[in-house]
């Protein structure tokens, strides 16, 4: 059974930094590339950014370029999310995503919980 | 980007009816077309991919089609636990844009 578990969300200040993970089990994680999209809430659903699942490729929404990075870890089926210079309008609930090939080239086929990520002073 | 339009942005039904969502990309996307389901306070579940293949697990009453820009999700006979809002996004181009939601709604 797929099963993707997000942690790492908080309430943090305007400016900081934080570290979300995403653990896998159920697949080959090697094999599939991975996305997270995050909810403002009450609002719809905007993709934040995907890894193809060597790691050498990665995308990023403009609205996070530059501050996010996504990187993921093979040998431990976890992918992460680094959030640098957070602003109020990252506050949101952040799902990953598993990818339905290797290449993102595919639909997603299964998310996770998602974890809630509050910017506020 | 790309943009994707769903319409209506809410609709409400009676159960047993064929409910149907439309969704428009301002540029062709071939059939590179997902649809997504979302129940309140619950994280979104796959339905549907390529624009009309079934995710597995996914209960026939579900079709999707269409190709190019114009696209459909039907629901063939609304039931009680399909109260939810129904997203589309394309993924034939970076960055994946979503349609902006469509909320279903039991009359």
């Known amino acids: 059974e797929v099963q993707l578990v997000e942690s790492g969300g908080g309430l943090v200040q305007p400016g900081a930094s934080l570290r979300l993970s995403c653990a896998a089990s159920?697949?080959?994680?090697?094999?599939?590339?991975m996305s997270w999209v995050r909810q403002a809430p009450g609002k719809g659903l905007e993709w934040v950014s995907g890894?193809?699942?060597?790691?050498?490729?990665?995308y990023y929404a403009d609205s996070v370029k530059g501050r996010f990075t996504t990187s993921r870890d093979n040998s431990k089926s976890t992918l992460y999310l680094q959030m640098n210079s957070l602003r109020a309008e990252d506050t949101a609930v952040y799902y990953c995503?598993?990818?339905?090939?290797?290449?993102?080239?595919?639909?997603?086929?299964?998310w996770g919980q998602g974890t809630m990520v509050t910017v506020s002073s | 980007d790309i943009q994707m339009t769903q319409s209506p942005s809410s609709l409400s039904a009676s159960v047993g009816d064929r409910v149907t969502i439309t969704c428009r990309a301002s540029?062709?996307?071939?059939?590179?077309l997902a649809w997504f389901q979302q129940k309140p306070g619950k994280a979104p579940k796959s339905l549907i991919y390529a624009a009309y293949s079934l995710q597995s697990g996914v209960p026939s009453k579900f079709s999707g089609s269409g190709s190019g820009t114009d696209f459909t999700l039907t629901i063939s006979s609304l039931q009680p636990e399909d109260v939810a809002t129904y997203f589309c996004q394309q993924y034939d181009t970076y960055p994946r844009t979503f349609g902006q939601g469509t909320k279903v709604e039991i009359k």
């Open positions: 159920g697949f080959t994680f090697s094999s599939y590339a």
């Open positions: 890894i193809s699942g060597s790691g050498d490729d990665t």
């Open positions: 540029q062709g996307i071939s059939n590179y």
């Open positions: 995503a598993k990818d339905g090939d290797e290449w993102l080239a595919n639909a997603f086929d299964f």
